[in-house]
Structure formats: structure tokens, C-alpha cells
């Protein structure tokens, strides 16, 4: 479990293991799922499908106290609405790469 996630999740749940490996597993198999819903909506061209995931993965994170995360996302937001294709495709790269780190 990324340290982050840990401290915020423990401040938040008291040191309830049980809760908090809930809660993170959640969190880490959302963005497995959100992961392939966003490199479908690049290779289709789906800006406000990838709108949506961004949104999504960045509300997890923030539940989860992935800053990091949370920040990419908010930034794949961003690529997505101007539809910049480039920029989302190395944040779509950053998130696998964060992921990894789950």
C-alpha cells in the first residue's frame, strides 16, 4: 500500500486495517478498470468518455489520499476537454505508470 494512502486512510478510518485494505483495494481495482476505459476512449477519439474516467479516477484518488493520482487526473481532465491528444496520451502513460506503484 503507497505510504500516502496509508496515512490519509488511517487518519480517516482510526487504524481500522479491515476498513482500510477495503477501502484501498477498491481504490487500486477502480483504477485498474478505469485504466482500460480510458486507453478505449483515446483510441477511439471518445473526449468526453475520457472526460468522465479522469473525473473518476480523480475522485478515488482523493478518497484514497493519492495525491498524485489525483493530480494526474485532474490534469488528464484538462488534456481532454481541449482534446489534445498528445498531452492525454502521456497522462493516460503516467497514470499505468502510478498504477504500477499501487
Do not use: P
Request: charged content about 25%; overall charge negative.
Amino acid at each position: 500500500m503507497k505510504e500516502c494512502c496509508k496515512t490519509y486512510l488511517d487518519g480517516q478510518f482510526g487504524g481500522d486495517a479491515a476498513v482500510i485494505a477495503e477501502i484501498y483495494e477498491e481504490y487500486v481495482n477502480s483504477v485498474k478498470t478505469k485504466l482500460v476505459e480510458a486507453k478505449d476512449a483515446l483510441a477511439n477519439g471518445d473526449w468526453g468518455q475520457l472526460d468522465r474516467v479522469a473525473h473518476a479516477i480523480k475522485g478515488n484518488a482523493l478518497a484514497a489520499g493519492d495525491g498524485d493520482m489525483a493530480q494526474t487526473a485532474i490534469d488528464l481532465r484538462s488534456a481532454a476537454q481541449l482534446q489534445d491528444a498528445a498531452a492525454v496520451s502521456g497522462l493516460v502513460a503516467r497514470i499505468v505508470e502510478l498504477a504500477g506503484a499501487l
